[in-house]
């Protein structure tokens, strides 16, 4: 690490804010799009779901 | 004669979705990886730019985002091109779920680029070519999700975002090119496709791994839009019901 201590990596010397800023949004973004993504194939599934038990009782009747 | 069954499977939403499912750890399990690995190199490992001291890091994160919502746009507008030349679904489909997400990682380019701007230019924002360029991929990303929204019609749709799609694409070389062409607080591109790289290679090395870790990532996260949108719209055929019903 070029830091001496956990302290100065926080610091770095005053950029500290604009780089964890930084990183941390990023971080927030990337991991709503993933999770936005899972949450559409899962309402997706669940109106198919949906089709399927509605053509299932179609077909019972 | 040319054997051209490799192209019709691409037309095909079910074949799509059982390939695209193989792929997913191959491009989740790399992303993560140089992702995560890239930052902590680039936070902890990397010596501070003799210039711009510690905030020369956020290019570990901004570079990337840049570069693939660039990327992705070209992908989106490949998509529309073939979309609009030989009417395939699931080039429809590959178009209008690379949006958001292309949005998303534009907004994170202008939002890391700002940051980055204070402490290195005294300012969060100027209207320099290259960042009022970006400002506007990111209106075209979200100006073809409006558009998309604003039909009924799911074709009709498609076959106008293709075409802005198209018509946007302009921007991408005016991105690239606009430090070269206008005056800018941006400098020139420090990675070349041709030609030596001006950026210290300790300093480009975890640049390549969060690049990398990034596309991957655009690609993981594209298919899984994909894969949701097939679902969708081919919710009434047998292959999707027996799916998810577990047949």
Not at chain 1, 1 to 16: E, I, R
Not at chain 1, 26 to 31: D, E, G, Q, R, Y
Not at chain 2, 16 to 25: C, H, N
């Given at each position: 690490?070029?830091?001496?201590?956990?302290?100065?990596?926080?610091?770095?010397?005053?950029?500290?804010p604009?780089?964890?800023?930084?990183?941390?949004s990023?971080?927030?973004?990337?991991?709503a799009?993933?999770?936005?993504?899972?949450?559409?194939?899962?309402?997706?599934?669940?109106?198919?779901?949906?089709?399927?038990?509605?053509?299932?009782?179609?077909?019972?009747? | 004669?040319?054997?051209?069954?490799?192209?019709?499977?691409?037309?095909?939403?079910?074949?799509?979705?059982?390939?695209?499912?193989?792929?997913?750890?191959?491009?989740?399990i790399?992303?993560?990886?140089?992702l995560?690995g890239?930052?902590?190199?680039?936070?902890?490992?990397v010596?501070?730019?003799?210039?711009?001291?510690?905030?020369?890091?956020?290019?570990y994160?901004?570079v990337?985002?840049?570069?693939?919502?660039?990327?992705?746009?070209?992908?989106m507008a490949?998509?529309?091109a073939?979309?609009l030349?030989?009417?395939?679904?699931?080039?429809?489909?590959?178009?209008?779920s690379?949006?958001?997400?292309?949005?998303?990682?534009?907004?994170?380019?202008?939002l890391?680029?700002?940051?980055?701007?204070?402490?290195?230019?005294?300012?969060?924002w100027?209207?320099d070519?290259?960042?009022t360029?970006?400002?506007?991929?990111?209106?075209?990303?979200?100006g073809?999700?409006?558009?998309?929204?604003?039909?009924?019609?799911?074709d009709?749709?498609?076959?106008a975002?293709?075409?802005?799609?198209?018509?946007?694409?302009?921007n991408?070389?005016?991105?690239?090119?606009?430090?070269?062409?206008w005056?800018?607080?941006?400098?020139?591109a420090?990675?070349?496709?041709?030609?030596?790289?001006?950026?210290?290679?300790?300093?480009?090395?975890?640049?390549?791994?969060?690049?990398?870790?990034?596309?991957?990532?655009f690609?993981?996260?594209?298919l899984?839009?994909?894969?949701?949108?097939?679902?969708e719209?081919?919710?009434n055929?047998?292959w999707?019901?027996?799916?998810?019903?577990?047949?």
């Open positions: 690490m070029v830091f001496a201590n956990l302290q100065q990596l926080w610091q770095m010397d005053g950029h500290g604009y780089v964890w800023f930084s990183f941390a990023s971080a927030i973004v990337l991991c799009l993933v999770f936005e993504s899972r949450r559409r194939g899962r309402n997706a599934r669940a109106l198919a779901a949906a089709a399927a038990r509605r053509r299932q009782a179609e077909n019972q009747f | 004669m040319a054997n051209w069954q490799w192209f019709h499977k691409w037309g095909s939403p079910r074949w799509f979705y059982q390939f695209s499912g193989r792929l997913l750890p191959w491009l989740a790399p992303a993560l990886l140089l995560v890239g930052c902590v190199w680039g936070l902890a490992f010596p501070a730019d003799f210039k711009q001291g510690n905030s020369f890091r956020i290019i994160i901004h990337p985002a840049a570069a693939v919502a660039m990327g992705g746009y070209m992908l490949t998509a529309a073939v979309h030349i030989w009417r395939m679904k699931l080039a429809a489909i590959v178009m209008k690379a949006a958001p997400i292309g949005a998303a990682l534009t907004f994170l380019a202008l890391t680029g700002a940051v980055w701007g204070k402490p290195t230019w005294g300012t969060w100027v209207w070519a290259r960042i360029s970006v400002l506007i991929l990111f209106f075209l990303y979200l073809l999700i409006a558009l998309h929204q604003a039909f009924e019609n799911r009709a749709a498609a076959r975002c293709a075409v802005l799609a198209i018509v946007g694409a302009v991408i070389p005016i991105i690239y090119w606009s430090v070269e062409w005056y800018s607080l941006h400098q020139p420090s990675i070349k496709f041709v030609g030596e790289s001006t950026i210290h290679p300790t300093m480009l090395r975890p640049l390549m791994a969060t690049l990398s870790g990034m596309y991957l990532f690609g993981w996260v594209l899984l839009f994909v894969r949701a949108e097939i679902i719209r081919e919710k055929t047998r999707v019901q027996a799916l998810v019903s577990g047949k």
